[in-house]
Nanobody, 121 residues
Framework: QVQLVESGGGLVQAGGSLRLSCAAS????????MGWYRQAPGKGRELVAA???????NYADSVKGRFTISRDNAKNTVYLQMNSLKPEDTAVYYC???????????????WGQGTQVTVSS
């Protein structure tokens, strides 16, 4: 059983900062990619930032220069440091990982339960 557990969301004023964490646990053979998506009310889920299978990072244009993704491979954990937050960053943030689990034949996508980030103006 693989789980992604997020933490770090909350309420912050515009211009403030938050740090999200996502830890993958279970019998994991290999993590191919891992990152963060978000979904605002009435909108679709969008990529925020992620590590690709090649180790590169991808960021949404709207967060470049403000958000930084980092990881601790030994802990199967990714972090999202969010600075200069804006009201439009308000959303549920989801952790995503594409990985191969023990006993699995194929890579699979896993999602965390989501953590609410609310930025007040």
């Amino acid at each position: 059983q693989v789980q992604l557990v997020e933490s770090g969301g909350g309420l912050v004023q515009a211009g403030g900062s938050l740090r999200l964490s996502c830890a993958a646990s279970g019998s994991i053979i290999r993590i191919n990619s891992m990152g963060w998506y978000r979904q605002a009310p009435g909108k679709g889920r969008e990529l925020v930032a992620a590590f690709t299978s090649g180790g590169a990072t991808n960021y949404a244009d709207s967060v470049k220069g403000r958000f930084t993704i980092s990881r601790d491979n030994a802990k199967n954990t990714v972090y999202l440091q969010m600075n200069s937050l804006k009201p439009e960053d308000t959303a549920v943030y989801y952790c995503n990982a594409n990985l191969l689990r023990a006993g699995g034949l194929f890579n699979q996508n896993y999602w965390g339960q989501g953590t609410q980030v609310t930025v007040s103006s």
